[in-house]
């Protein structure tokens, strides 16, 4: 189970009330991505490696 304390929010947030984020939570193993604004509901996780990976390919990219 993920413990509630440890997701962080994305500092970045669309517009208007900054409520369009996720939340990541940052496990040994593997990541886990969430809507901020429905919690309970599901939860992505991906390997860390593979996740690391995505993030890294986004970078430099042109923002929209």
């Not at 901020?36 to 860390?48: E, G, Q």
Request: net charge positive.
């Amino acid at each position: 189970m993920l413990a509630p304390g440890n997701w962080k929010k994305s500092t970045i947030s669309g517009g208007g009330q900054g409520d369009a984020c996720v939340e990541v939570f940052n496990g040994r193993t593997h990541i886990a991505v969430r809507d901020s604004k429905t919690p309970t509901r599901a939860v992505l996780t991906f390997p860390a490696p593979a996740f690391a990976a995505f993030i890294e390919g986004l970078k430099g990219r042109p923002q929209r």
